[in-house]
């Protein structure tokens, strides 16, 4: 019973993870009109996965992290009750997040959830471990991101400016060949037979060298937007590849899955997770942050990747939603569009999220182990 317990736990807190966190390494597509919901969230949902499958190979640092180990008594995190009551107090307080609408760490309710079932159990905490190798990451992620975003979005713009890449463009109207010509209304300048024709938008020294239909160079915005779906796509990979590890090493207990069944089992959950219950999450990452731009999205998305994917590597246990949130911030600092009173509620919900988790977890606990009879 204690078994089917923790089976059911843990997938509830990948079902809370995917439907909290899935959406926001798209939500700049969103945001920016780059792309609609749907087309988003499949987006993310196929690159979160691809991240999750690649966990297996790339983030085993952050599988034994997230055991408990150095953080909890070696005998307490062999104990499945423990285990499933970290797991259960994480997913209640992600789950109420989400249906709040508030992007919150998965990686700091579980750690609270870990600090409160420990505290009810043994009565200490390793404070040591607590902060080196879980505290100063999640406290450290969220302003390296803001400095970093600043500095990508600031370059980026710089070098835009200097290759005369503006945001006053003209309207190029091109006779396609063999076509009868056409003509314009000589006061007004509006088009008015209906030839075939080619139309596009460039900057004025691009529009001053074409001629005949022949376009030199490339499509300045297919470029931009290709860029900024392959970086939303690259945070997705990065935050499957950074949580799921997180997730299933609670599972290490269970009998009768290896390694690679867990991870795929909490792969799939999550994913699920993600497809059912993104919308609140989404409209707050997308639209109540800051207003963004496809470049300003483009150079968020690789701030919160490589930081991503740089802490997986190390095992270095940050929270992508720390990270994602701190880049947007960022770039809306530097535009001067930035909510501060959403960036307000979303720090204060990061603040009640430990002691929420913890409360949660202590209480799981607390039941589970008069019911089990384990002291």
């Not at 078994?3 to 509830?12: D, G, K």
């Not at 987006?43 to 983030?59: E, Q």
């Not at 470029?223 to 290490?252: E, Y």
Request: glycine content about 8%.
């Amino acid at each position: 019973m204690t078994i089917v317990l923790l089976f059911v736990t843990v997938c509830f807190l990948a079902f809370s993870n995917g439907a909290n966190d899935n959406f926001k390494g798209v939500a700049s597509l969103f945001g920016s009109g780059a792309a609609n919901y749907r087309v988003a969230l499949t987006w993310a949902t196929v690159t979160t996965l691809s991240g999750s499958i690649c966990a297996l190979f790339l983030a085993q640092t952050l599988l034994i992290k997230f055991s408990g180990k150095g953080l909890a008594p070696d005998g307490l995190i062999q104990s499945i009750p423990f285990i499933t009551a970290v797991a259960a107090g994480a997913g209640m307080t992600v789950i109420l997040a989400t249906r709040l609408g508030f992007p919150v760490s998965t990686t700091h309710a579980l750690l609270g959830a870990l600090t409160g079932s420990t505290l009810l159990a043994t009565g200490t905490i390793k404070l040591a471990a607590l902060g080196t190798s879980f505290v100063l990451p999640l406290l450290l992620s969220p302003v390296i991101a803001v400095l970093l975003a600043i500095v990508v979005y600031t370059s980026f713009r710089q070098i835009r400016q200097r290759k005369a890449i503006g945001n006053l463009l003209c309207l190029c109207v091109e006779n396609e060949p063999a076509v009868t010509a056409s003509h314009f209304v000589e006061n007004s300048g509006a088009l008015v037979s209906g030839q075939n024709r080619s139309l596009s938008i460039d900057n004025q020294a691009a529009c001053a060298s074409r001629y005949a239909g022949v376009i030199l160079g490339f499509e300045l915005q297919r470029v931009m937007d290709a860029l900024h779906f392959f970086s939303a796509g690259a945070v997705c990979f990065a935050r499957g590849l950074n949580d799921t590890p997180k997730i299933a090493a609670l599972l290490l207990l269970a009998p009768g899955l290896d390694l690679q069944s867990n991870i795929v089992l909490v792969a799939l959950t999550m994913a699920l997770g993600g497809l059912l219950n993104a919308r609140s999450v989404a409209e707050t990452m997308s639209h109540k942050i800051t207003a963004i731009s496809h470049g300003q999205g483009l150079s968020a998305n690789l701030t919160t990747a490589v930081l991503v994917i740089f802490a997986s590597k190390f095992g270095l246990p940050v929270s992508t939603t720390h990270v994602s949130v701190g880049a947007l911030f960022g770039i809306g600092l530097t535009t001067k569009q930035a909510n501060t009173r959403m960036i307000a509620s979303i720090l204060l919900s990061w603040l009640l999220t430990l002691p929420c988790a913890a409360l949660c977890a202590a209480g799981a606990y607390a039941l589970l182990r008069t019911y089990t009879g384990v002291n």
